[in-house]
C-alpha cells in the first residue's frame, strides 16, 4: 500500500472529528434562523419555513437588551486584562531581572492562584466587597477580573522575558539605561506575541465568565452578558430560536479576537511555555 494510501484511514478519522464539532455550530445556526412554531414543529435538522433571524435578533435587544450588557462585558474584558497585562509584565521583568530576594518563592505565591476552584474565593470576596463598596459596581467587577488573570499572565510574561539574552540587557545598562528605561525600551517592545497569548485566553474569559459575574452583581445594569444569556431560558426552558440568537451574537467578539490575534498565539505559546 502506497503512502498516500495509507493516510486516508486517518483522513477520515480527522474529517469525521471535525464534523462532530462543527455539528453543535451549524444546529446553533440553524436553530437561529428559525421561528418559534417552526422550532416546535420541526425537526432540529430541518430548514425552516422562512428566514426569522434579524426578527429574533430585534426582539433578543428590544426584550433581553443584550446590547447593553455587551458594552458591560466588553468594559470587564478590556479593563480587566488590561490591567493583568500591565502588572503581569512589570512582575515578571522584576522577578527575571530585578531577582528580589525570595523571587522564585514570590512567583510560587502569586501562581498557585491558578490551582484553586474559584468557588473557593466566592464567600470572602463578596464579604470584602460587600464591606468595601465594591458589591455591584463595575469597579468591583473589573477588579475581581483583573486578580484573577494576573497569575496566569505573569506566568507567561515570565517565561518569555527569560528568552531575551542577557547581553542584551548588560549592553543597554552600559548605555546608560536603567531598570525602568530597560523594561520600556528593550523588554516591552518585544512582548507582542505573549501579550497577544494572554489577551487572548483572558479577555475570553472574562467575556465567558458566568460565576463572578452573577454572584457579585445583582442589577442589569452592571451584569455581564453571559448572566443576561443565562437568564434568557427563564421558566420552562425560553424560547430557543431566541436563545440561539443571543448565542450568536455574544460569540462574535472572541471569534473576531481570535482571527486578529492568531498570528502572534502560536510564536506566543511557544515562546513562553517552552522557557518554563
Not at 36 to 55: C, H, I, M, N, R
Not at 69 to 89: M, W
Not at 265 to 274: Q, Y
Amino acid at each position: 500500500m502506497s503512502a498516500p494510501a495509507r493516510k486516508i484511514p486517518i483522513y477520515l478519522i480527522l474529517i469525521a472529528l471535525v464534523l462532530m464539532w462543527l455539528l453543535p455550530a451549524l444546529s446553533t445556526f440553524l436553530v437561529s434562523f428559525k421561528s418559534a412554531q417552526d422550532f416546535g414543529t420541526q425537526k432540529f435538522y430541518q430548514l425552516p419555513t422562512k428566514v426569522s433571524f434579524l426578527e429574533n435578533f430585534r426582539h433578543v435587544l428590544r426584550i433581553y437588551r443584550l446590547h447593553e450588557h455587551f458594552l458591560n462585558s466588553l468594559l470587564y474584558a478590556v479593563a480587566g486584562a488590561g490591567i493583568a497585562i500591565v502588572v503581569s509584565s512589570l512582575a515578571g521583568f522584576s522577578l527575571v531581572r530585578l531577582k528580589p530576594r525570595f523571587y522564585f518563592a514570590l512567583f510560587l505565591i502569586i501562581y498557585s492562584g491558578t490551582l484553586f476552584p474559584f468557588q473557593m474565593y466566592l464567600i470572602p470576596v463578596y464579604k470584602l466587597f460587600n464591606n468595601l463598596g465594591l458589591y455591584n459596581t463595575r469597579s468591583g467587577l473589573i477588579l475581581i477580573y483583573a486578580a484573577i488573570c494576573t497569575p496566569f499572565a505573569l506566568f507567561v510574561y515570565r517565561g518569555f522575558y527569560t528568552t531575551i539574552p542577557k547581553d542584551v540587557e548588560d549592553a543597554a545598562k552600559i548605555d546608560g539605561c536603567g531598570p525602568l528605561r530597560s523594561y520600556f525600551s528593550i523588554f516591552l517592545p518585544q512582548s507582542l506575541a505573549p501579550t497577544a497569548v494572554v489577551a487572548l485566553f483572558q479577555m475570553t474569559w472574562i467575556w465567558n465568565d458566568l460565576l463572578f459575574g452573577m454572584v457579585l452583581s445583582r442589577t442589569q445594569n452592571i451584569r455581564p452578558i453571559m448572566v443576561a444569556l443565562a437568564s434568557m431560558s427563564g421558566y420552562g426552558g425560553g424560547n430557543i430560536p431566541y436563545i440561539m440568537t443571543g448565542v450568536i451574537f455574544t460569540s462574535l467578539p472572541t471569534i473576531l479576537l481570535f482571527v486578529a490575534l492568531q498570528r502572534y498565539f502560536i510564536s506566543g505559546m511557544k515562546l513562553s511555555v517552552s522557557a518554563q
